[in-house]
């Protein structure tokens, strides 16, 4: 029993660090992928309500899926988990940063872009009907 103790410890160290990589590489894949290239082309590609329908329905899940991913990213810290996040300031200083951006994005951002984009929808909806009885 004492020899299946000891090996956890040195199970548990290697395999940290690729899950690490894992978390950490898809957490940027996905940030910059969302940021640079789905929101540019969709942006482009579709008409501006079905652009916003598209950004209601994907937000809340890559808000969702970053917050998930940055405790995974935090959780499997190298080489210790979450104790080597203490370990050295700058580390703890920037999961804290992106942490705290990623609660923004969870809690107010994304729930406060809905509405808007939303509303926004229902102004144009109003314009429209608007514009036809005085051009009518």
Request: proline share 7%; glycine share 6%; with cysteine.
């Amino acid at each position: 029993m004492g020899a299946a103790v000891q090996a956890l410890p040195r199970l548990f160290s290697s395999f940290l660090p690729p899950a690490h990589l894992l978390a950490y590489s898809t957490l940027l894949g996905t940030e910059l992928y969302q940021s640079f290239v789905m929101t540019k082309v969709a942006y482009q590609a579709l008409p501006r309500s079905a652009f916003t329908t598209l950004q209601k329905r994907v937000f809340p899940i890559y808000f969702q899926s970053q917050s998930i991913l940055l405790l995974i990213v935090a959780a499997t810290f190298p080489p210790h988990g979450p104790i080597s996040i203490f370990q050295k300031r700058g580390d703890l200083i920037a999961l804290a940063i992106a942490g705290v951006s990623t609660g923004f994005n969870l809690i107010v951002f994304g729930p406060r872009t809905q509405a808007l984009m939303i509303e926004r929808v229902h102004q144009c909806r109003h314009y429209s009907a608007l514009k036809s009885t005085f051009d009518g």
